[in-house]
């Protein structure tokens, strides 16, 4: 009796330090998921285009690059598909309010 007693202590403790180590191993896994899905979500990064603001809002590319048109030679960066689309009508007026990097 003495002996399965043992044994079943022993038992209790080796579970217990196993599963102490599992919870770490779980905290890193979710971290890496989460490091891989914020890449895969980026499409395109200010490094990317010639322009420091969406040319439709104004709003700066360093806050998201939802869409992008090659023009003149130069890469443009947009907030959105409807801004995009917006400097598509009349390129000219909005090729000003870029803010092009030099």
Aim: aromatic letters at 4%; hydrophobic letters at 40%; glycine letters at 8%.
């Amino acid at each position: 009796m003495k002996n399965i007693s043992v044994l079943i202590i022993c038992l209790a403790i080796t579970l217990f330090i196993a599963s102490c180590g599992n919870q770490e191993a779980g905290k890193n896994l979710d971290a890496n998921v989460a490091a891989i899905a914020n890449v895969d979500t980026i499409k395109y990064t200010p490094a990317m285009v010639d322009n420091k603001r969406d040319p439709s809002c104004g709003m700066p590319v360093s806050a998201g690059i939802g869409d992008t048109v090659h023009y003149k030679g130069k890469v443009l960066g947009f907030c959105s598909k409807e801004c995009k689309d917006d400097f598509l009508k009349d390129p000219e007026k909005g090729i000003t309010a870029a803010d092009l990097k030099k």
